[in-house]
C-alpha cells in the first residue's frame, strides 16, 4: 500500500523519493506539524492581538493574515471547516492511504469531504500538483471506504489563511495515475530531474543535480 505523502513526492521528484524511502524517516519537521496545527484554530486566531500572531509560524503579516481569515469566513464550507466531522482520519484504499486532517460533513445527503493541510504557500491559483494528486488519493481512498464517489477535496494553507477546493477531474486523476506509476515503478535510483525543482533538496549531494527541490510544495 502507498502512503499519501510517497504519491506527492513522486509527483514532484520520483528521484527524491527513491532517497527519501532510503533515509525511511517519515517524521514531520516542528515547524510543519505547528503549521498544520493552525488549521484548527481559525476562529481564535482570527480575534487575536499582533503580539500573538507574531508568535506564530504564519507566512503573512498580522494584518494580513486576518483579513485572510475574514475572506475565508465567506466560503461557503468555512463552518464546516472549523467544526468538521472527523479530524485527521486515516483513510485506506485499494491503491493508498494516509491521513485526510479534516473530514466534513457532506451536504444535502452529498459524500463527505476530504482535506488536506500544507504548510506551505499557496500558487497564485489552484494548488500545487503535489498537493492536488495527495487530495486526489485522499478522495479515492475515502470513496473506496465508504463505497460511493467523492468528486472533490480540499487543500488547505492554515498558515496564510487560504483554502483552495480540488475537483476531481479527468486531468487530476491521470496525474494521480502517473505518480502511482512512478512510485510502483522504483526499483532504483529514476533519471535526474536537474531543473528549478531542484533548488533545497536535502539529498542533492547523493543526487548529484546541480540544483536542489523544494520541499515545502510536497506537503
Known amino acids: 500500500m502507498i502512503a499519501f505523502s510517497d504519491l506527492a513526492t513522486a509527483a514532484y521528484c520520483p528521484r527524491q523519493l527513491y532517497y527519501r524511502r532510503r533515509e525511511d524517516d517519515r517524521r514531520l519537521p516542528a515547524t510543519v506539524r505547528d503549521r ?53 482520519v486515516f483513510l485506506s484504499g485499494r491503491d493508498c492511504h494516509g491521513i485526510a486532517h479534516k473530514l466534513l460533513a457532506g451536504v444535502d445527503d452529498g459524500p463527505p469531504i476530504p482535506v488536506i493541510c500544507s504548510p506551505g504557500e499557496p500558487p497564485e491559483h489552484g494548488v500545487w500538483e503535489p498537493q492536488s494528486v495527495r487530495a486526489v488519493a485522499a478522495a479515492k481512498a475515502l470513496a473506496w471506504e465508504r463505497e460511493r464517489s467523492v468528486p472533490r477535496a480540499y487543500v488547505e494553507y492554515p498558515a496564510v489563511g487560504v ?18 506509476r512512478a512510485v510502483r515503478a522504483i526499483d532504483g535510483p529514476p533519471a535526474r530531474v536537474d531543473d528549478g525543482r531542484c533548488t533545497t533538496c536535502a539529498y542533492r549531494d547523493r543526487c548529484g543535480t546541480t540544483r536542489r527541490s523544494l520541499r515545502s510544495l510536497l506537503r
Do not use: F
Open 36 to 88: 498544520i496545527d493552525l488549521a484548527y484554530r481559525y476562529p481564535e486566531l482570527a480575534e487575536a492581538s499582533d503580539a500573538t500572531l507574531e508568535r506564530l509560524p504564519l507566512r503573512r503579516e498580522p494584518a494580513t493574515y486576518r483579513h485572510n481569515l475574514a475572506r475565508l469566513r465567506e466560503h461557503d464550507a468555512y463552518e464546516r471547516l472549523v467544526a468538521p466531522a472527523e479530524t485527521r
Open 163 to 180: 483554502v483552495r477546493g480540488v475537483r476531481l477531474t479527468t486531468r487530476r486523476k491521470a496525474t494521480y495515475r502517473r505518480a502511482l
